[in-house]
Every structure is written in structure tokens, then in C-alpha cells.
């Protein structure tokens, strides 16, 4: 990724995966518990997404259910960023509150324990960016990002092998949503095996149906083309 980094930054992002994987002991944030695994399939897969993240436009950035912070903690380190964790799960963000502290990140950081639904009630166009990574089909998440996110925001997806179906029916309906693919790119983790693409969308325009749904409607009944 020839991804450029100060001796600050690697020390935070090796200090985010070990907390992680020490709080994982006690509260499920993850299913890696190897330290080398994290690195590759936590930290540098996180990092497959800087380049898109810095193309976005300035502002406000969230990643939707984060998790354990990723990708969310790290290209909250290597951009700067004002970074907003989402997640519906409230055990995994007091567990994340207590890591942000710890990385001295709480200034830059903060987190929403709630529903992707509610949040855009409350916050609606608030975010310039939102990344969302292992968390649901890309038409599911283009109906999740567009209320949140200000006109020319960008949606980055992180995905592993989506099959054609799945990049067709986002294509057929991102306009209904307000949302317009960008761009992609693609490869393979330091591994050579794990292969990984970044997808990008634009909110253009208001959507053409009411949004958000009710919780839990775009993940049970997609829209489709």
C-alpha cells in the first residue's frame, strides 16, 4: 500500500490492536485473538481504505458498525480526522470509550451507542465520509448512508469478492437512494491471498423514498432494482 506513516502513529495502531485484543479476553469485540492476524486483517486491511478516505471531502467521519474500532481507530490516527464510532451494541462501545482514552484519542473520537437509523434522525447530513466494513450488502448500506451524509459526501465500502448480483442491484438503485457510484480499487493484503476492493459512492441528491426506515428495514428488505 506503500502507505507512509510517523513513528506516533505505528506506536497508536499497535496499541489499539493489542488493547483489542486484551479487552477481547472478556468482551467479544472480535474473532481474531492472533496478534499477526490482527495486524493483517485489522490494521492493515483498515488501512487498504486511507487513500479513498483522504479523497473525501473535509469534515466529519464515521464508521458504522465498527466493532472493535476498525476501520474506524486507524484511519482516525493516519487522517486526523473527526471520527464518530457506531455501534448498536453498547458493551462493544464502553469497551472502545475506555480504549479511546487510553490512546489519548477522546479529543478526536467520540462514539454513539445506538441503532444507524436513529442516528440519522438526529444527526441527519452531518458526515462528509462514512466507511463501513463487513457490516452489510452494499444496496443495504447505501440506504443506511445517504440520510447521514451531507450532499457530496462520500460512502467507502470495504468488500471482499461482492458477486454481480450485489454490484447490480446497488448500481440500479443508488440514484432512488440520492447516492452514485464513483470509483473502485482493488488488491490483495501483504499476504497475497486476501483480496479486498474498496467501493466508493457520492450522495448527488435528496432520496426518492423517505429515509431512514424503520430500524432494521434496510438489512431484512433491501430495496432492489
Known sequence: MNTSMTVEQRKLLDLHLQLILEVNKTTNLTRITDWDQ??????EDSLFGLSALLK???GRYADLGTGGGFPGIPLAIMSGRQTLLVDSVKKKITALESVI????????ISTYAGRIEDLSLQQPESLSV????????????????SPL????????????????DE???AKN???KLGMEYSYHYEGYLSDNTTHRMIIVYTKVSEPEVALPRRVGMAQKKPFKS
Not at 482514552?101 to 478526536?108: I, K, M, P, S, V
Not at 451524509?149 to 458477486?163: R, T, V
Open 167 to 169: 454490484l447490480d442491484t
Open 130 to 145: 462514512i466507511t463501513a466494513r463487513a457490516l452489510s450488502s452494499l444496496p443495504s448500506l447505501l440506504e443506511l448512508a
Open 173 to 175: 438503485i443508488s440514484h
Open 38 to 43: 490482527g495486524q493483517l486483517l485489522h490494521v
Open 56 to 58: 473525501a471531502p473535509e
Open 149 to 164: 451524509l451531507q450532499y457530496g459526501g462520500h460512502l467507502i465500502c470495504y468488500k471482499s469478492n461482492p458477486d454481480q
Open 101 to 108: 482514552h487510553q490512546l489519548g484519542l477522546q479529543d478526536q
